[in-house]
């Protein structure tokens, strides 16, 4: 007679896929074999344990060749971001380049070999470590850098024909490296940047001015930082393995946790969009965690999960619309899938998508981007060591009608609120779209720059113009005085004059006199 199933065999169920898929699927890529389940009690019993979903059978497929970018020159830099960003219109990757920083901003249908010669955004003076495309327009992407600065760069709406060295506006703040850089998800023109030096600056970009700076929360380097859904709260994992839960604009800590995970490897937090925060990082015994937690209690992880024991930094990648998350691995060969719900044990394993090539560097499509013709749901663009490489996660079915259950309404380009808004306190939900039609791209404003200030600007110029005329005055008061000591030289060079002439005769008559003797 079976037992009945327990909450407990549930999870002891999910727990016990979830360690054997992970070790059976590196084993099996070992021996050129791609099954999805290696364990007889994973393929047979399991199937009366592990909960039904609709994207347990998401299927994960890379393209063709021809429909990858070929002969890019990944950046070797030892950060650990994406090095990739995207969005419906274009994907920029970090590149090496000598003498400074640069990435390339290709159009999505660019593809197949990239020419070495072709135009790249290179205005840095250092490599780039992150960018980030503007959620609010498709033609904007910020970028930051080992130069301490951040730049922001308007696209040209059919991409780059010529190098791009000027940005639209230049952010300086930072006193070391700039490693992060993410969008305001509902307010127009707000942009954080957080450095090396641990400090985060929030940025009014239309203004250029840096808003809201937190220097004094974190001792130790930052290693991400992730807005909530309406952009009210943030939350930052750090080398000192805590996980803070941040408001920026009363600028104090609303929740913290420490040894979040104990590794000394880096982690990474995300907010999802109930309010939960979803991190990764890594045990005392180097192997891979993944965890969930409630902000007003972080004394116990809702759950928690050892996966693996490689050394790759997993870096998340979340779907609010089916809350979904993608794990991948820097330096792994695979896309681990997991669906967040309210049961336990919240934390639900789906599938595995494996390939053979490890990743450098992963870009994610907003949901506007994907083809929901093909009941596509995700699509990464993975970064090889010379090539980057689109992957379409697809959730089969045999109808072609729209699928509702898909596809709810996601976050569309439309801001919710203006920059001053949201510095003045106002929070605002995302503007949602329906995709049931496909997503039909608006036309972008232009990013336009606004420098305030125009007292400071005016006691500027007054400086500068006393700066003129100070030195006329220097000039007038030391003509006065060359003058005087002219009118002084000259008498004293007449009254010379005079001597040696008073002398002359003196001597010329001396010499009669001894004539006359001589005579």
Known sequence: MLRPLTKELVELGERHLLEC?????ERSLQLGIHWTFGCVFCSETMRRVVRQSKFRHVFGQAVKNDQCYD???????????SFCAVNPNFVAIIIEASGGGAFLVLPLHKTGRIDKSYPTVCGHTGPVLDIDWCPHNDQVIASGSEDCTVMVWQIPENGLTLPLTEPVVILEGHSKRVGIVAWHPTAHNVLLSAGCDN??????????????????MHQDMIYNVSWNRNGSLICTASKDKKIRVI???KQEIVAEKEKAHEGARPMRAIFLSDGNVFTTGFSRMSERQLALWNPKSMEEPIALHEMDTSNGVLLPFYDPDTNIIYLCGKGDSSIRYFEITDESPYVHYLNTFSSKEPQRGMGFMPKRGLDVNKCEIARFFKLH?????????????????????LYPDTAGPEASLEAEEWFDGKNADPILISLKHGYIPGKNRDLKVVKKNILDNKLAANKKSDLISAPKKAADTSNTQNEAKLDEILKELKSLKGTITHQDERISKLEQQMAKIAV
């Open 21 to 25: 898929n992970a070790a059976f699927q």
């Open 71 to 81: 002969d890019i020159r990944v950046s070797r830099v030892t950060w650990d971001s």
């Open 199 to 216: 400090v985060i600056i929030i940025w009014n970009v239309g203004t250029g001015e840096p808003l809201i700076n937190l220097d004094d």
């Open 247 to 249: 408001d920026p604009r």
């Open 385 to 405: 060591e010379r090539k980057c490489e689109p992957i379409i996660m697809t959730v089969p079915r045999k109808s072609d009608l729209f699928q509702d259950d």
